[in-house]
């Protein structure tokens, strides 16, 4: 009789709604490994801005699984868990690789992934004001004002005026042609 060898891989869970962290505990208490990656996301509350801890894959989390050696079985039944992830009669297996880039772009003290924010615009770029009470209204780029505002030059009244918004209220203004459009300044 020949030794079975015991391979490692990665295995995609598909987790219930809002239940990724009750399969994680479920999982890890029957002695699974199990990667979770979450995700730092800042939301606007009530007129505040507050970071909240997210999955960064929604109800999928990654089992490591010593084929041979640990059943799949319990898995699918583990509380919190829908189901293994399956192509076919085949079950989605991840690549080692995959998961230790994934664990090495997140910060190393607390395991978090953190969205690197939108390209930079550069100044007198053509933007449009998405939200707020300036909605609708496309004006020029002029800088960055901290972390989350930037200045934007509006014809008010017909002067530019520069006025001070949180940067995800603008967006690039595309020409019909797709490429963004830049003025360059008469001063």
Same mark, same amino acid.
């Given at each position: 009789?020949?030794?079975t060898r015991s391979v490692?891989?990665w295995?995609v869970?598909?987790?219930k709604p809002s @239940?990724?962290?009750?399969a994680?505990v479920?999982?890890?208490?029957q002695?699974?490994?199990?990667y979770l990656?979450?995700?730092?996301q ?5 007129q505040?801005?507050r970071? $909240?801890i997210? *999955? /960064?894959? *929604?109800?999928y989390l990654f089992l490591? /699984?010593r084929e +041979?050696?640990? *059943? =799949?079985g319990?898995? $699918?039944?583990?509380v919190?868990v829908?189901g293994?992830?399956?192509?076919g ?5 991840v690549?080692d690789?995959?998961?230790c880039? /994934? ?6 003290l !607390?395991?978090?992934? #953190?969205?690197? +924010?939108?390209? #930079?615009?550069v100044?007198?770029? @053509?933007?449009?004001? @998405? !939200?707020g *009470?300036?909605d609708?209204?496309?004006g020029?780029f002029?800088?960055e ?8 030059l509006?014809?008010l /009244?017909g002067r530019?005026t520069?006025? $001070?918004?949180p &940067?995800?209220w603008?967006?690039p203004h595309?020409?019909? =042609?797709g +490429? &963004?459009q !830049?003025r360059q300044s008469?001063?």
């Amino acid at each position: 009789m020949r030794p079975t060898r015991s391979v490692l891989r990665w295995y995609v869970i598909h987790s219930k709604p809002s @239940a990724e962290a009750v399969a994680q505990v479920n999982l890890e208490r029957q002695g699974y490994e199990v990667y979770l990656p979450r995700l730092v996301q800042s939301v606007r509350w009530r007129q505040q801005r507050r970071e $909240r801890i997210v *999955p /960064l894959f *929604p109800r999928y989390l990654f089992l490591h /699984l010593r084929e +041979g050696s640990q *059943p =799949l079985g319990p898995v $699918r039944s583990s509380v919190g868990v829908s189901g293994v992830v399956r192509f076919g009669c085949r079950y989605a297996v991840v690549a080692d690789e995959v998961i230790c880039h /994934l664990q090495a772009r997140a910060d190393p003290l !607390t395991a978090l992934h #953190r969205l690197t +924010g939108p390209a #930079r615009l550069v100044t007198g770029a @053509a933007v449009r004001i @998405a !939200t707020g *009470p300036f909605d609708g209204l496309e004006g020029i780029f002029q800088r960055e004002d901290g972390a989350e505002r930037v200045v934007v030059l509006l014809n008010l /009244l017909g002067r530019d005026t520069p006025v $001070r918004v949180p &940067a995800e209220w603008i967006l690039p203004h595309c020409d019909s =042609l797709g +490429g &963004a459009q !830049t003025r360059q300044s008469a001063w």
